[in-house]
Structures are given as structure tokens and as C-alpha cells.
T-cell receptor
């Protein structure tokens, strides 16, 4: 099974609706990074979480890391067409993987006007 | 504000041909990475360079070689391209390979091998 699982794989919402994307790890997360990717482009860094229970927000996007540091969620409030794209979580699980990221499969978000 | 620049953006090769993908960053970063992105599999690390003069294998290194030419440049070489190497390749860099340092990505190279 994958070390890092994202859900859902795809999401279609109406503009103005709230949505949540989850990222679950089989290992303790020493760093969790959220990225957004538009088709045909590179990854844009959104937020980074390190501490259990940590929560960060930027504009209408909020990311949280649970207390056990094995699950993160990305929440978008009042979605807009500009939020559409692929959201990826990347995890540093420490140990021999220290400083290297493992990525989830990505969540494809479509926002209908 | 170039950030991470990858060339070429698109390439079509025939099986058995060789090619080098170029990556350069202008952020004075120490660590650089090469990933491939395939549908349904996220990004997988091919090789990385924690600092100038060092390179190490990632998750999927077979069929690839890398060169950290200097602090700015990190190239990825396919010696004998195979159809299984059809993918989108991303280069990334970060200040240092330690927790708390986000990686910055280029726009990718779309590679098709016939």
C-alpha cells in the first residue's frame, strides 16, 4: 500500500462551496507540505506543517496536522474557480528518508462557476 | 525572478536514444532533486543532491544518471531511453535538506519515448 494516501482522488464542487482534502500517512510526519499544481505547470508551495495540532491559513485555505502527526487536511472555504487544480501533499517521514519527500497521488479539484 | 528553470519543456525520443534534461536554480539553494510524475502515482524521487559535489539515489533511479555540475545546475541523463520512461520530469531545489524547508519546483519537462 502507498505510504501516503490522499482522498478523495477527485472532487467537483460548485463555486462557493467548502471542501476538504485529506492526506494520511502510515508513518509519523516530521514535515507535511501542501502544493498546488495547475495543468501543464509546476508545483506551487502552499503551506508547511511540522507540529502536532498545528493549523495554518492563507486567504481561504486552511491546513491542519493532527495531534498524532499522521494525518493532515486541507480545507478551502467558499471555493472559487481559481482554486481549481491538483493538490498534492508531500511528507518528510524522517529516518533514512530525512529531508526527502514522499508525495500522495494528488487530488484533482474542479470548481464549477 | 526565474526560480527553477528546466529545459527543454517538451521532447520526443525514440527507444534507445539518449538525452539530458537540464535544471538550473538562481536561489542559491544547496539541495536539488529530480522527480518523475506519472498518472495516479504522484511524484517519485529519482535522484537528489544534498549539496554541491554529492548525489544519491532516490526511489526510482534505474535507467537514469545525474550530474551536479555546480551549485546552480543539476542535470538528469537518460542513457538509453525506454517507453517506461515516458513521464513528466520535475526538478526542485531547497535551501537545505532539512525539515522546514519547502522545495521549489520548475515547470517540468514532458518526455515521450516511442
Amino acid at each position: 500500500s502507498q505510504e501516503l494516501e490522499q482522498s478523495p482522488q477527485s472532487l467537483i464542487v460548485q463555486e462557493g462551496k467548502n471542501l476538504t482534502i485529506n492526506c494520511t500517512s502510515s508513518k509519523t510526519l516530521y514535515g507535511l507540505y501542501w502544493y498546488k499544481q495547475k495543468y501543464g505547470e509546476g508545483l506551487i508551495f502552499l503551506m508547511m506543517l511540522q507540529k502536532g495540532g498545528e493549523e495554518k491559513s492563507h486567504e481561504k485555505i486552511t491546513a491542519k496536522l493532527d495531534e498524532k502527526k499522521q494525518q493532515s487536511s486541507l480545507h478551502i472555504t467558499a471555493s472559487q474557480p481559481s482554486h481549481a487544480g491538483i493538490y498534492l501533499c508531500g511528507a518528510d517521514t524522517g529516518g533514512t528518508s530525512y529531508g526527502k519527500l514522499t508525495f500522495g497521488q494528488g487530488t484533482i479539484l474542479t470548481v464549477h462557476p | 525572478n526565474a526560480g527553477v528553470t528546466q529545459t527543454p519543456k517538451f521532447q520526443v525520443l525514440k527507444t534507445g536514444q539518449s538525452m539530458t534534461l537540464q535544471c538550473a536554480q538562481d536561489m542559491n539553494h544547496n539541495s536539488m532533486y529530480w522527480y518523475r510524475q506519472d498518472p495516479g502515482m504522484g511524484l517519485r524521487l529519482i535522484y537528489y543532491s544534498a549539496s554541491e559535489g554529492t548525489t544519491d539515489k532516490g526511489e526510482v533511479p534505474n535507467g537514469y544518471n545525474v550530474s551536479r555540475l555546480n551549485k546552480r545546475e543539476f542535470s538528469l541523463r537518460l542513457e538509453s531511453a525506454a517507453p517506461s520512461q515516458t513521464s513528466v520530469y520535475f526538478c526542485a531545489s531547497t535551501w537545505s535538506q532539512s525539515v522546514g524547508q519547502p522545495q521549489h519546483f520548475g515547470d517540468g519537462t514532458r518526455l515521450s519515448i516511442l
